[in-house]
């Protein structure tokens, strides 16, 4: 069909001479010109331009066009870019024949949108087509594995895309092994990630930065301080704001002052883009590291605040014991945030002010906000504190509820409370449940049962755990450290009563 009409679209920023020659030749002398459609869909991607994006969608809709690759690729980028993942969907589904682009396109479009279970559905969908001549590269490849870091952290998984990405010839690709390096912090096999960090043939900023982070989140703070260093030696490159955040917060967390203050100077004479992260950064340093007034300085110095600069400096106070300061700075905010509510609840029960921490739950929950894993494991401590067994047991089937019962740091503190309201048997149920018992878990039933005199009941062997010779090397020198200090276990005790 002949097209004379002329097209109604007006197009900011069209000032460009390839805009211009792509607007004038929309119409070939024998139909649709694809390639200047193609290039005005790529100009609206470029500019945010979703309505005119859009309205060229409808126009190639009005004459039955079914986009091709090419064309189908560029509006599922359009539409993933604005948030319209359905008509992105709806765009792909209709390609009579995907290439990978058209694959990639929707893949990057979902990763963009956090839409990980999508990503994996979609990633699952394609390799299980044994489509010949569409092949996973390496953007296909770092979406799977985005999503995979964001859903799980098991290691197994991330080991099995990495044999993937061995038998696909993509173990020499940089975006391939950034992401590894990122799936393998995050399932805290460290050991793992720096392996494929020290094995890459080339590495970019990206690969540095996933480094660093991943042990600064690992706990790993000389670790991170020490590639830092390293880094700083390396020709052609710079740390970057991402860089200065992972490595203030280590020194935070390792409270070494003097470290982020030749990181804090580093920023100053190189002119690092500071932006709200890296200033918050800045302040949880200072304040970490019990330097609250120049900490508060610096806050009040920021133009631009948002949750984590009241918490990093309400936390601070906190620590450092200035309650009364924590609480006014926290009753200044207009709309806290759950993050800050949960660091004021925290703040209060570290130290000891548990006659308030109750009702201030039932403030934040009559404020719209619902408590998640950080409050229960915050609040937990109350509970015990109060000898309130009914209270633990009742947020213990909030948390069964909401699936919050599986996350360690929740049934740590479970077990914590039951051990300490008499309810053994309930803490020790709680221990069995738990799936992949770490060594925090352990920690947790061994206290439990040395509180009540009888730790040699913890230490049955369990070989269910991958790490059990550790474990249980660990448990058994607590034990002995236990009993330097006077610790008489049940069994004993009895055996000493019999002979006396």
């Not at 969608?57 to 560029?74: D, E, I």
């Not at 990122?182 to 540095?208: H, K, L, N």
């Not at 906000?369 to 109060?386: A, E, G, M």
């Not at 992949?436 to 040395?450: D, N």
Request: glycine share 8%; net charge negative; proline share 2%.
């Amino acid at each position: 069909m002949r097209i004379t009409k002329a097209l109604n679209i007006r197009i900011p920023n069209a000032s460009n001479g390839y805009v211009q020659v792509a607007l004038q030749n929309l119409f070939a002398a024998n139909g649709l010109d694809f390639g200047a459609y193609g290039c005005l869909i790529q100009h609206c991607n470029d500019h945010g331009l979703f309505r005119q994006g859009k309205q060229l969608h409808a126009r190639l809709a009005l004459f039955s066009v079914t986009p091709n690759n090419f064309l189908a690729s560029k509006l599922i980028t359009l539409y993933s870019k604005s948030n319209h993942l359905r008509e992105a969907r709806n765009v792909f589904d209709k390609i009579p024949s995907k290439n990978i682009f058209s694959w990639n396109a929707l893949l990057i479009g979902y990763s963009l949108n956090n839409m990980h279970l999508d990503t994996l559905k979609l990633f699952l969908s394609l390799v299980s087509s044994n489509l010949m001549d569409v092949k996973p590269d390496c953007y296909t490849i770092s979406c799977a594995l985005k999503a995979l870091s964001s859903l799980f952290s098991h290691s197994r998984l991330a080991k099995e895309v990495h044999c993937f990405v061995l038998r696909r010839g993509l173990e020499l690709d940089i975006f391939v092994l950034n992401a590894l390096i990122t799936q393998y912090s995050r399932c805290d096999e460290i050991g793992f990630a720096r392996t494929v960090f020290d094995r890459m043939p080339e590495r970019d900023i990206v690969s540095w930065n996933s480094m660093i982070a991943g042990y600064s989140q690992a706990g790993f703070y000389e670790e991170c301080k020490e590639l830092y260093r390293e880094m700083l030696g390396s020709a052609g490159l710079r740390p970057n704001g991402m860089t200065i955040v992972s490595v203030l917060q280590a020194c935070g967390q390792s409270k070494d002052l003097i470290f982020g203050m030749e990181v804090h100077w580093f920023i100053n004479e190189n002119q690092i883009d500071i932006d709200v992260s890296v200033c918050n950064a800045i302040i949880g340093l200072y304040a970490k590291c019990g330097s609250l007034d120049y900490a508060r300085e610096l806050f009040d110095e920021m133009s631009e605040k948002d949750e984590v600069t009241y918490g990093s400096i309400i936390s601070g106070y906190m620590v450092n014991g200035f309650i009364d300061n924590a609480m006014d700075l926290f009753r200044e905010m207009k709309k806290p945030g759950l993050s800050t509510w949960n660091a004021v609840i925290s703040g209060l029960v570290q130290n000891n002010r548990h006659e308030v921490v109750l009702d201030l739950v039932l403030e934040m929950q009559a404020c719209g906000f619902k408590p998640n894993t950080v409050t229960i494991s915050s609040i937990l401590p109350t509970i015990s504190y109060l000898s309130n067994l009914k209270g633990g047991k009742e947020i213990h089937a909030y948390a069964v509820r909401n699936n919050y019962d599986s996350n360690i740091y929740v049934a740590t503190a479970i077990i914590d409370t039951y051990a300490k309201s008499g309810f053994l048997h309930g803490a020790k149920r709680i221990f069995d449940q738990s799936k992949g018992k770490s060594l925090i878990i352990w920690t947790a039933i061994i206290s439990a049962y040395a509180a009540h005199g009888d730790a040699n009941t913890a230490l049955a062997r369990d070989v269910s755990n991958g790490r059990t010779e550790e474990i249980y090397e660990m448990l058994g020198g607590l034990l002995g450290l236990m009993r330097e200090e006077g610790y008489v276990s049940r069994d004993e005790l009895d055996e000493e009563s019999v002979y006396s």
